[in-house]
């Protein structure tokens, strides 16, 4: 019953404990800096033979769990221009590596790998024959890293807006001004238990951060702040974004009032279709072209072009268009093959749409743009309507607007048409085109 007794007294979860002691290191070794180690990379994970160190300055933290196994340094307290992540097997490394503390890597033995410009090093990894870097074991943790004797006084944060945010800045910290939890993202916790989760940060222009939260973390279940201000954390690069990792809740200095509602979303008849095409001689090289009369920019948030297919009445396909912003008297060109198109046309379209999209007609369906409200801005073609045998087929050919429109219209008006095909009825020419003699995207 004592040797229980003393078991669970000695099982706490309590990381509340004393520090334990770490001397420090002024030992000279051949030090290199962040840029040049990344520089051993080349295109596949490395093994560090020279018997050399980095250095740098610890900016993260793991005593609220938002960080697990890993340490995140930069190569200088203030005006950081490199950053480096280590995976380690060291729980509770906050209690051997202060924020802001300098410490020495010593590199011989240690991989280096790098995953979309996202460089980190660690012990190694194996799997199905694949070298990765893998966490250093906690047994040699401290004959690689040591802690210099160097004062530590702090890091100065970098201060930068979203639009800001620059590739040098990765696995560095810095803090992102003036921005807020997405709308829709109020009232949720910042992680869903024992899950890592994404939470969306914008800024008062709807530029978007994604904010990278564990479920593992003690403020997981706390609900998300619902003001305004700035967010401390490390930057890293995954899936062609940039994320933030907080270390804490208090990096969170949220104590503004919101962002006032961004409008966003307009409606005007000068974005109209353009071009319709239908290669006689290449289906991969379909495409379709908007164009916008005005002379000011529009964004097209919230706008899209539909696809009715054949004598349908219900919507086959959609591509959303709100990515996208159409300078003054510039023309948008969609295709559904992106690689044959640019093969064909020898540039390469705004967007790729995907096979069966409202890019892709093989000339007897019906096409519809429709602004952010539900409203029909143009159309091509009579909606219920096969288009075979009318007044709006383009099969194996071409429907190309008359020069001189400059307005959409919700109603199909052939008038405003020469269209080409391979059959000529009410009033269509039985000329079929070829890609790319016959067509011309991108200009209007």
Excluded at 208 to 226: A, H, R, W
Excluded at 241 to 265: A, K, S, V
Excluded at 280 to 287: E, I, P, S, T
Aim: net charge negative.
């Amino acid at each position: 019953m004592i040797a229980i007794g003393v078991m669970l007294a000695s099982c706490v979860k309590n990381r509340e404990f004393d520090t334990p002691k770490n001397e420090c290191s002024n030992e000279d070794f051949t030090i290199i800096s962040i840029l040049e180690l990344k520089k051993f990379y080349t295109d596949k994970t490395v093994q560090i033979q020279e018997d050399i160190a980095v250095q740098g300055y610890v900016i993260s933290s793991d005593k609220e769990g938002n960080f697990f196994n890993i340490i995140y340094f930069q190569d200088a307290p203030a005006n950081p221009t490199e950053g480096l992540q280590l995976e380690l097997e060291l729980r509770d490394s906050h209690l051997f590596f202060d924020v802001g503390q300098q410490i020495t890597i010593k590199l011989k033995g240690l991989y280096l790998g790098q995953s979309n410009g996202d460089y980190k090093i660690g012990g190694v990894f194996t799997s199905f024959g694949n070298i990765s870097v893998g966490r250093l074991p906690k047994n040699v943790v401290f004959d690689h890293v040591l802690v210099s004797c160097k004062a530590n006084n702090g890091i100065q944060l970098t201060s930068i807006a979203i639009s800001e945010l620059n590739e040098n800045m990765v696995n560095t910290l810095v803090r992102v001004n003036n921005v807020e939890f997405k709308l829709d993202e109020l009232g949720k916790s910042y992680a869903v238990k024992e899950e890592e989760t994404l939470r969306t940060l914008v800024d008062c222009s709807d530029k978007e951060l994604v904010l990278v939260n564990s479920g593992y973390s003690d403020f997981q279940s706390k609900i998300v702040p619902d003001k305004m201000g700035n967010a401390t954390g490390i930057l890293t690069f995954n899936k062609n974004e940039y994320q933030l990792i907080i270390r804490n809740e208090n990096d969170l200095d949220f104590n503004e009032e919101r962002c006032e509602d961004l409008i966003d979303e307009f409606t005007s008849n000068s974005i109209l279709i353009t071009e319709i095409a239908d290669p006689d001689n290449n289906a991969g090289a379909r495409f379709v072209e908007l164009y916008n009369s005005d002379n000011e920019r529009l964004s097209l948030n919230g706008w899209s072009l539909l696809r009715y297919t054949n004598d349908n009445t219900e919507v086959s396909s959609t591509i959303d268009l709100s990515d996208f912003v159409m300078e003054g008297k510039e023309v948008l060109v969609i295709s559904p093959n992106a690689e044959e198109f640019e093969e064909v046309y020898d540039f390469a379209p705004d967007i790729s749409a995907g096979t069966n999209s409202p890019a892709d007609s093989n000339g007897d369906d019906n096409i519809v743009l429709v602004d952010p409200f539900g409203k029909i801005i143009d159309l091509f073609g009579v909606v219920g309507q096969d288009g075979s045998n009318t007044n709006h087929e383009f099969e194996d050919g071409r429907a190309v607007r008359n020069i001189d429109i400059e307005f959409g219209s919700p109603v199909f008006k052939s008038s405003e048409w020469i269209i080409y095909n391979d059959t000529g009825n009410e009033g269509t020419l039985n000329q079929p085109q070829n890609a790319p003699v016959d067509f011309t995207p991108g200009r209007r």
